[in-house]
């Protein structure tokens, strides 16, 4: 690492990949729809096993729907469900279940495709139905598992893959990971979502360090998907590899526009590499977007005092002058004066400095420099003997005193 705190930066990069990583998983399997019941059970999927009084019960269930009054349909089941125990026609509970997830009543909606099942586990529909429900209530190991079932059952490969998000979920990272991993390594043509998905479990897992050379591998299948390249900036930065982080996120901004976290860690990468004026850059643009956002004012002053130009540093700290803390703002106006030698108004705001903050050492001893370029050797020594209270610049305090002190006995013996 260079100059640049290696905590700060990991810092930012794990907000703001959280940031942009926590709508991965859920977006495979929020965006599933329960599916419709009535077309369905014209299907003989468990053998013609119907009781008779459910027909006349699901159509005027379906009647009552068509009226939108769901309240009277729910009602018309439960009773019915009460008053005869020892009907288990698996469509009174699939469309019971259908009902109560309308109501977002997810409990009883579970219970019920759970009941349904209970008397016919052979439709697809079914488990995935009970997979969503599940998904919705937190129970991913219900999910999971339901979600599987529907793939063994003919449901399509989507649903087994929601099955292993949802095995994720439920702690299992190792196994989900790999499993997905086969699917991936499989069929040539998946969605990004997945690799996305492959990608934040394998970070869970017990073996991320693994992750990142199927994607290498992989690049040929997914290089024009900007998904592709930021999955593998976020395992470069999982292996602090952060050349190949920063060289992944500029192929992402030439596929799409990076958003404002990614900006942003765009520019923290730059500065850890010791590249201050291009991360300056980013900066500049993001401060347009998010004008108070005092920590980007912070990083822009350093990006210009490590690129050695502190004339744009002083034009940077004005505008950050609203967003600091006053002490803050002083100091930092005192530094860049005496680094352009311009030690009268360093002194001045060092000066201010120490009546917002008597016990800032650095401040002392950088005040007794500015005095020692002015002549003003009575305050120097002021501030020096403040500055030997504090450990860290003691020594270097004692050294300017000794200093004067043979300077004005030399000056009296002359």
């Given at each position: 690492m260079t100059r640049y705190s290696h905590w700060r930066l990991k810092k930012s990069l794990a907000k703001n990949f959280q940031r942009s990583t926590r709508q991965i998983i859920p977006l495979l399997v929020a965006g599933l729809l329960l599916?419709?019941?009535?077309?369905?059970?014209?299907?003989?999927?468990?053998?013609?096993?119907?009781?008779?009084?459910?027909?006349?019960?699901?159509?005027?269930?379906?009647?009552?729907?068509?009226?939108?009054?769901?309240?009277?349909?729910?009602?018309?089941?439960?009773?019915?469900?009460?008053?005869?125990?020892?009907?288990?026609?698996?469509?009174?509970?699939?469309r019971l279940a259908e009902l109560y997830t309308q109501q977002k009543k997810r409990e009883p909606a579970r219970d019920a495709y759970q009941h349904a099942l209970q008397d016919c586990d052979k439709p697809a529909w079914l488990w995935q139905n009970l997979g969503a429900v599940c998904w919705n209530l937190h129970d991913y190991r219900c999910a999971s598992q339901a979600f599987l079932n529907a793939h063994e059952r003919g449901a399509n490969l989507q649903c087994y893959v929601d099955g292993l998000v949802a095995q994720s979920y439920a702690g299992q990272h190792d196994t989900a990971a790999q499993k997905l991993f086969q699917v991936l390594n499989d069929h040539t043509d998946v969605p990004i979502d997945w690799l996305e998905a492959y990608v934040q479990i394998s970070l869970q897992s017990q073996h991320k360090k693994q992750a990142l050379q199927p994607l290498i591998d992989w690049e040929s299948r997914f290089q024009h998907e900007p998904g592709y390249w930021r999955c593998r900036t976020y395992l470069h930065l999982e292996d602090r590899d952060y050349p190949n982080a920063i060289s992944c996120l500029r192929i992402t901004a030439t596929l799409t526009s990076l958003t404002r976290e990614e900006q942003a860690t765009l520019a923290d990468l730059l500065l850890s590499a010791d590249l201050p004026e291009q991360a300056a850059r980013h900066y500049r643009e993001l401060l347009k977007a998010v004008p108070d956002k005092r920590q980007w004012?912070?990083?822009?002053?350093?990006?210009?005092?490590?690129?050695?130009?502190?004339?744009?540093?002083?034009?940077?700290?004005?505008?950050?002058?609203?967003?600091?803390?006053?002490?803050?703002?002083?100091?930092?106006?005192?530094?860049?004066?005496?680094?352009?030698?311009?030690?009268?108004?360093?002194?001045?705001?060092?000066?201010?400095?120490?009546?917002?903050?008597?016990?800032?050492?650095?401040?002392?001893?950088?005040?007794?420099?500015?005095?020692?370029?002015?002549?003003?050797?009575?305050?120097?020594?002021?501030?020096?003997?403040?500055?030997?209270?504090?450990?860290?610049?003691?020594?270097?305090?004692?050294?300017?005193l000794q200093w004067l002190n043979q300077t004005a006995a030399t000056n009296a013996n002359g």
């Amino acid at each position: 690492m260079t100059r640049y705190s290696h905590w700060r930066l990991k810092k930012s990069l794990a907000k703001n990949f959280q940031r942009s990583t926590r709508q991965i998983i859920p977006l495979l399997v929020a965006g599933l729809l329960l599916v419709p019941s009535t077309m369905l059970f014209a299907q003989d999927d468990c053998g013609g096993r119907h009781h008779p009084r459910v027909n006349h019960l699901l159509h005027k269930t379906q009647q009552l729907l068509a009226a939108q009054n769901i309240e009277a349909a729910v009602t018309l089941l439960e009773r019915f469900t009460a008053n005869h125990p020892n009907v288990t026609d698996y469509r009174l509970y699939a469309r019971l279940a259908e009902l109560y997830t309308q109501q977002k009543k997810r409990e009883p909606a579970r219970d019920a495709y759970q009941h349904a099942l209970q008397d016919c586990d052979k439709p697809a529909w079914l488990w995935q139905n009970l997979g969503a429900v599940c998904w919705n209530l937190h129970d991913y190991r219900c999910a999971s598992q339901a979600f599987l079932n529907a793939h063994e059952r003919g449901a399509n490969l989507q649903c087994y893959v929601d099955g292993l998000v949802a095995q994720s979920y439920a702690g299992q990272h190792d196994t989900a990971a790999q499993k997905l991993f086969q699917v991936l390594n499989d069929h040539t043509d998946v969605p990004i979502d997945w690799l996305e998905a492959y990608v934040q479990i394998s970070l869970q897992s017990q073996h991320k360090k693994q992750a990142l050379q199927p994607l290498i591998d992989w690049e040929s299948r997914f290089q024009h998907e900007p998904g592709y390249w930021r999955c593998r900036t976020y395992l470069h930065l999982e292996d602090r590899d952060y050349p190949n982080a920063i060289s992944c996120l500029r192929i992402t901004a030439t596929l799409t526009s990076l958003t404002r976290e990614e900006q942003a860690t765009l520019a923290d990468l730059l500065l850890s590499a010791d590249l201050p004026e291009q991360a300056a850059r980013h900066y500049r643009e993001l401060l347009k977007a998010v004008p108070d956002k005092r920590q980007w004012h912070e990083q822009l002053i350093l990006c210009y005092r490590l690129a050695q130009q502190p004339q744009q540093a002083l034009i940077a700290l004005d505008q950050a002058k609203a967003y600091l803390a006053p002490a803050d703002w002083h100091r930092g106006k005192g530094e860049l004066y005496y680094q352009l030698g311009n030690y009268e108004q360093a002194f001045h705001h060092l000066d201010r400095v120490l009546q917002l903050q008597p016990d800032d050492g650095s401040a002392c001893l950088l005040k007794s420099y500015c005095a020692l370029q002015l002549n003003r050797y009575q305050a120097a020594r002021s501030c020096l003997n403040k500055a030997l209270h504090f450990k860290k610049y003691r020594q270097e305090a004692r050294s300017l005193l000794q200093w004067l002190n043979q300077t004005a006995a030399t000056n009296a013996n002359g």
